[in-house]
């Protein structure tokens, strides 16, 4: 899909708002260029990017095993708090090992059926945050969890931001 046309039709199909200015936003929300596709799947009330999709093999075929990845300038502080908290710690702590491991097979699942047919490069590993137990990163879990994902650790971090946000 090489058309604009095209590409706005592929994202009113996926239920996505195409967004002319992305780019240039996602760019500055990660302080970089984007290295591979990625699809806007969550915004703010403004239409700020919160959560993107990102393609599960980089443009220069580097395997990419974070799927959601947490942009939103609030959620990612608020995020950040809270793992500096100790926050990983208490939400393994907290969720139950067999569905956590359950969210991880489901996580890769997901991305690597949107690995490319006839890919025969490297391929990405792991689960949630690129790892295949236990919790490595609050912000991949939360924006799993924002973008419809059944994650445990998600739901955890969103009612703990949620008790801090209503004190």
Not at 91 to 116: G, K, N, S, T
Request: aromatic content about 4%.
């Amino acid at each position: 899909m090489d058309h604009p046309q095209d590409l706005q039709e592929e994202e009113e199909k996926e239920g996505l708002t195409l967004n002319p200015g992305d780019d240039e936003q996602v760019e500055a929300l990660l302080g970089r260029a984007p290295r591979g596709s990625y699809e806007v799947v969550v915004r703010a009330d403004d239409g700020t990017p919160r959560v993107l999709r990102n393609a599960p093999i980089l443009d220069d075929g580097t395997p990419m095993p974070t799927r959601y990845w947490l942009v939103g300038p609030d959620d990612v502080m608020q995020v950040s708090r809270l793992e500096s908290a100790g926050g990983v710690r208490r939400a393994e702590a907290a969720v139950d090992p067999i569905d956590l491991a359950d969210a991880h097979r489901r996580y890769a699942d997901e991305r690597d059926a949107a690995i490319p047919d006839g890919h025969a490069g490297h391929r990405p590993s792991a689960g949630v945050g690129g790892t295949r137990r236990g919790v490595k990163c609050l912000h991949a879990h939360y924006a799993w969890h924002l973008a419809g994902g059944d994650d445990p650790v998600g739901r955890w971090v969103a009612e703990h931001l949620d008790a801090e946000n209503s004190t």
